[in-house]
T-cell receptor, first 116, second 112 residues
Framework: NAGVMQNPRHLVRRRGQEARLRCSPMKGHSHVYWYRQLPEEGLKFMVYLQKENIIDESGMPKERFSAEFPKEGPSILRIQQVVRGDSAAYFC??????????????FGPGTRLTVT | GNSVTQMEGPVTLSEEAFLTINCTYTATGYPSLFWYVQYPGEGLQLLLKATKADDKGSNKGFEATYRKETTSFHLEKGSVQVSDSAVYFCALSGSGTYKYIFGTGTRLKVLA
């Protein structure tokens, strides 16, 4: 059973460009979470999605950031007009549907975004 | 709100030394507690977990006991190896919620 997959692993963007980060949850998992890790800090919750629904985006910056989890395909975290402060590691986690085992989150390897 | 506080690093130890990394938490109800490890350039790996008071999580020689009376979940290992050098994160998942709250991480460096 493959784990949570994220791509790309490393992404370099110039200021003002768009960044698209992808996350494929574990097989059978329908809940996806995105976290951001700034340099020398812990992970901070950004958004929680289920298929075709955003459940909680309370940790997302109000502007330039958006996330989706379509019926088919991976979850996408999109950052428009990136700035240097967006440089961070972005981690995706997934968990099974409620009532199917624990709600434990399984983390992917992360995407390291560098804005130049 | 819920929060996690863990000791600041870096922690530098000689091989075979005893390790303790302190973690305390603030939460309502009965959270689940976790320790994650992050090796250089990699993602987070679950090291161990405990879901109720007095539970002891253990894995690869690491242990942590969920102490509700002191709201602590300290990580210990009796004899560290160079390969244990990494950043360790304490985290909690509040009861009835899905958000994981992470501590700021403690960098461990083990010298041969």
């Amino acid at each position: 059973n493959a784990g949570v997959m994220q791509n790309p692993r490393h992404l370099v963007r110039r200021r003002g460009q768009e960044a698209r980060l992808r996350c494929s949850p574990m097989k059978g998992h329908s809940h996806v979470y995105w976290y951001r890790q700034l340099p020398e800090e812990g992970l901070k919750f950004m958004v929680y999605l289920q298929k075709e629904n955003i459940i909680d985006e309370s940790g997302m910056p109000k502007e330039r950031f958006s996330a989706e989890f379509p019926k088919e395909g991976p979850s996408i975290l999109r950052i428009q007009q990136v700035v240097r402060g967006d440089s961070a590691a972005y981690f995706c986690a997934s968990s099974p549907p409620l009532g199917q085992g624990s709600h434990e989150q399984y983390f992917g390897p992360g995407t390291r975004l560098t804005v130049t | 709100g819920n929060s996690v506080t863990q000791m600041e690093g870096p922690v530098t130890l000689s091989e075979e030394a005893f390790l303790t990394i302190n973690c305390t938490y603030t939460a309502t109800g009965y959270p689940s507690l976790f320790w994650y490890v992050q090796y250089p350039g990699e993602g987070l790996q679950l090291l161990l977990k405990a879901t109720k008071a007095d539970d002891k999580g253990s894995n690869k020689g690491f242990e942590a006991t969920y102490r509700k009376e002191t709201t602590s979940f300290h990580l210990e290992k009796g004899s560290v190896q160079v390969s244990d050098s990494a950043v360790y994160f304490c985290a909690l998942s509040g009861s009835g919620t899905y958000k994981y709250i992470f501590g700021t991480g403690t960098r461990l460096k083990v010298l041969a």
